[in-house]
């Protein structure tokens, strides 16, 4: 079992910055696991931002967010972060931290955890 607490989330205004964090607790697998942000807006579907892949320690950003936002992850303090720069009222939803014992983690399904997720809200 894996459980994912978000915290970070704010209002903030266009322009500035914002960063969450999510702290993981249980096991994650080293060689096959996927760290996640997830985001949701109202009336959208679901869109993963960035990923931790724990076997390499590699990160990867989607599209939509490259060169404004930034993942990592601390293993000494089993925190994954997002870094938030030069937000957009585009940006916000709500963010969810998820992980995944499976591989895979490019598909939504394979991510079996997820936090309770931290509101972000840009305004112009």
């Known amino acids: 079992q894996v459980h994912l607490v978000e915290s970070g989330g704010d209002s903030v205004q266009a322009g500035g910055s914002l960063a969450l964090s999510c702290l993981a607790s249980g096991y994650i697998d080293a060689n096959n696991g996927c760290l996640a942000w997830f985001r949701q807006a109202p009336g959208k579907e679901r869109e993963k931002v960035a990923t931790f892949y724990t076997a390499s320690g590699s990160t990867s950003i989607a599209d939509s967010v490259q060169g404004r936002f930034t993942v990592s992850h601390d293993k000494a303090k089993s925190t994954l972060y997002l870094q938030m720069n030069r937000v957009t009222p585009e940006d916000t939803a709500m963010y969810y931290c998820?992980?995944?014992?499976?591989?895979?983690?490019?598909?939504?399904?394979?991510?079996?955890?997820w936090g309770q997720g931290t509101q972000v809200t840009v305004s112009t």
């Open positions: 998820a992980a995944s014992n499976g591989g895979y983690c490019h598909v939504r399904l394979t991510y079996d955890y």
